[in-house]
């Protein structure tokens, strides 16, 4: 990328350099993608005591993960009132406790583990300058409120401009999302987790023991296998690769 589009996080952090897979391993997890998904997962697997690896067919963080506009929030643009009226009053409820674990976990892990990664709490504001849209952010605080989230509604906030209507959610946080992610990868080294880059997987053979080839020649052998390659490289069941679409923000 050219240094004007290259993501801030990726610009003030150290480029990684974990070894390609250069032997057949057997573990008790293996994972496939070293983004934000995958290297919590390794965390919270290495800390059951098992034995777990980590593949990633480019570098770590330096996907998605190191591209994204840093939130921890639980605030998702309207989602309360489109999932409440969709999928119901049980689900909004679990979504919005879902998310909120999410963020005391990260913030959790972070006071544990003395991480270095610029965390801040902060409120999420969501705002509308369009009068039509005033009754969705109405709607959205009333949602979102029922379904156990801190959420007020605003016609004024912090942002030198005239705003119509705005939700402001309390409790949430921003980090910086590679520093945060390098060091729990560091921290997964010292507890013995093998992370490899430079390492795509191909396939897996599903088995009472899972095999992942890759495209280095070598394989890993494990009990379970997480994908979490963001992109769904592995279709086994769900067609899930045909209902994917790009998007640019
Ligand atoms: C523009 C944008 C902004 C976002 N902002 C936020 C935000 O502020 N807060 C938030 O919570 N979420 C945000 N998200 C959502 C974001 O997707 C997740 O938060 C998270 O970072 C995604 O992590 P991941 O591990 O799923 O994916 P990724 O970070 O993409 O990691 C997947 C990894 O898998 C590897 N991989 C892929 N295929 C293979 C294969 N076959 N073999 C081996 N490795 C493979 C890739 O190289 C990659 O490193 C944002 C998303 C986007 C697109």
């Not at 777990?52 to 591209?67: E, F, M």
């Not at 109405?138 to 906030?157: C, H, M, N, P, R």
């Not at 060091?183 to 880059?197: D, H, P, R």
């Given at each position: 990328m050219s240094e004007s589009t290259l993501s801030f996080w990726i610009a003030t952090t150290e480029d990684t350099n974990y070894p390609v897979l250069e032997n057949d391993i057997?573990?008790?997890?293996?994972?496939?993608?070293?983004?934000?998904?995958?290297?919590?997962?390794?965390?919270?697997?290495?800390?059951?005591g098992?034995?777990?690896?980590?593949?990633?067919?480019?570098?770590?963080?330096?996907?998605?993960?190191?591209?994204?506009?840093?939130?921890?929030?639980?605030?998702?643009?309207?989602?309360?009132?489109?999932?409440k009226k969709s999928m119901g009053d049980g689900l909004v409820k679990q979504y919005a406790d879902a998310n909120e674990t999410a963020i005391k976990t990260i913030s959790d892990v972070i006071s544990k583990e003395k991480i270095e990664c610029d965390f801040e709490w902060k409120d999420a504001f969501l705002y509308t300058q369009n009068e039509n849209n005033i009754n969705k952010i109405?709607?959205?605080?009333?949602?979102?409120?029922?379904?156990?989230?801190?959420?007020?509604?605003?016609?004024?906030?912090p942002l030198p401009f005239t705003v119509l209507a705005?939700?402001?959610?309390?409790?949430?946080?921003?980090?910086?999302p590679r520093k945060f992610a390098?060091?729990?990868?560091?921290?997964?080294?010292?507890?013995?987790?093998?992370?490899?880059?430079?390492?795509?997987?191909?396939?897996?053979?599903?088995?009472?023991?899972?095999?992942?080839?890759?495209?280095?020649?070598?394989?890993?052998?494990?009990?379970?296998?997480i994908i979490a390659s963001h992109y769904p490289f592995y279709d086994g069941k769900g067609l899930y690769f045909s209902r994917m679409y790009p998007v640019r923000s």
């Open positions: 057997t573990v008790d997890v293996a994972i496939v993608g070293g983004g934000l998904a995958g290297i919590m997962s390794a965390y919270f697997l290495k800390n059951e098992l034995k777990v690896a980590l593949i990633d067919s480019g570098k770590i963080a330096k996907s998605t993960t190191g591209n994204t506009t840093a939130k921890i929030t639980s605030q998702h643009s309207l989602i309360y009132q489109k999932i109405q709607k959205e605080v009333e949602s979102a409120t029922f379904a156990g989230i801190k959420a007020d509604y605003l016609d004024q906030i705005a939700i402001r959610f309390t409790g949430q946080a921003q980090f910086h390098l060091a729990i990868a560091e921290n997964l080294i010292k507890s013995g987790v093998q992370i490899f880059e430079g390492t795509r997987a191909m396939d897996i053979k599903e088995g009472s023991k899972c095999e992942i080839t890759t495209d280095k020649g070598k394989s890993i052998t494990a009990d379970h296998v």
